[in-house]
């Protein structure tokens, strides 16, 4: 039997996985004496990216890895697979979300002093069950208040590989008035990314 090409193991394993997988997940595959460089694994990456070109489904590498996933071009067939209509947010845990993401790591109070109006307990609870927020440290001034910052699973979920990746805010612009609520469960173009969740600037 013919021993299968890397990038195809490399396609097998984040099939099975589901989830995002780093090189170094990748190598873990293979035993030490015959493991590829991360270099090789990176190539074989790349590789697989240009064979899946024009396919219905993508390689893309996001904060925690690298994952095979649905590109956005077939999102309005693939989202009637699922009769639960997706989450929706409003527009006050998205703009701390978005505060958040551009100026991280931030304490409540300067969340509440950007957006001029107190901060609800609630938005921040909601931010940090849906993974996105963490606690990253406390600043070093009285009271020592909590700083916050975006995680590596919010990189995942807007299928951003870093912080780098942010838009800049000439770029986004005001979306006005008459949009309270935003639909998240499908990414927006280019969304807000922040630092992955043990280190938000590696």
């Given at each position: 039997?013919?021993?299968?090409s890397?990038?195809?193991?490399?396609?097998?394993?984040?099939?099975?996985?589901?989830?995002?997988?780093?090189?170094?997940?990748?190598?873990?595959?293979?035993?030490?004496a015959?493991?590829?460089?991360?270099?090789?694994?990176?190539?074989?990456l790349?590789?697989?990216?240009?064979?899946?070109?024009g396919?219905?489904?993508e390689?893309?590498?996001?904060?925690?890895?690298?994952?095979?996933?649905?590109?956005?071009?077939?999102a309005?067939?693939?989202?009637?697979l699922?009769?639960?209509?997706?989450?929706?947010?409003?527009?006050?845990?998205?703009?701390?979300?978005?505060?958040?993401?551009?100026?991280?790591?931030?304490?409540?109070?300067?969340?509440?002093?950007?957006?001029?109006?107190?901060?609800?307990?609630?938005?921040?609870?909601?931010?940090?069950?849906?993974?996105?927020?963490?606690?990253?440290g406390?600043?070093?001034?009285?009271g020592?208040?909590?700083?916050?910052?975006?995680?590596?699973?919010?990189?995942?979920?807007?299928?951003?590989?870093?912080?780098?990746?942010?838009?800049?805010?000439?770029?986004?612009?005001?979306?006005?008035?008459e949009?309270?609520?935003?639909?998240?469960?499908?990414?927006?173009?280019?969304?807000?990314?922040?630092?992955?969740?043990?280190?938000?600037?590696?």
């Amino acid at each position: 039997m013919t021993e299968p090409s890397l990038e195809s193991i490399l396609e097998a394993a984040l099939v099975a996985a589901g989830e995002p997988l780093s090189v170094d997940r990748l190598r873990g595959l293979f035993d030490d004496a015959v493991a590829p460089s991360p270099g090789a694994i990176e190539k074989a990456l790349q590789r697989l990216a240009e064979q899946l070109q024009g396919r219905g489904v993508e390689l893309r590498q996001v904060g925690s890895g690298y994952r095979l996933q649905v590109p956005e071009d077939y999102a309005y067939w693939v989202s009637r697979l699922w009769e639960e209509k997706p989450t929706r947010y409003s527009r006050a845990v998205l703009e701390t979300l978005a505060i958040i993401a551009y100026r991280q790591p931030i304490t409540r109070g300067e969340i509440e002093e950007i957006r001029g109006v107190t901060l609800g307990s609630n938005i921040m609870r909601t931010l940090q069950e849906r993974g996105w927020v963490r606690v990253a440290g406390h600043r070093d001034a009285p009271g020592r208040p909590a700083v916050f910052a975006t995680t590596r699973a919010f990189l995942d979920y807007f299928n951003l590989s870093s912080i780098s990746e942010l838009p800049s805010l000439l770029e986004i612009g005001d979306p006005g008035p008459e949009h309270p609520e935003l639909d998240l469960e499908v990414p927006l173009q280019r969304e807000p990314s922040a630092g992955p969740e043990d280190d938000p600037h590696p």
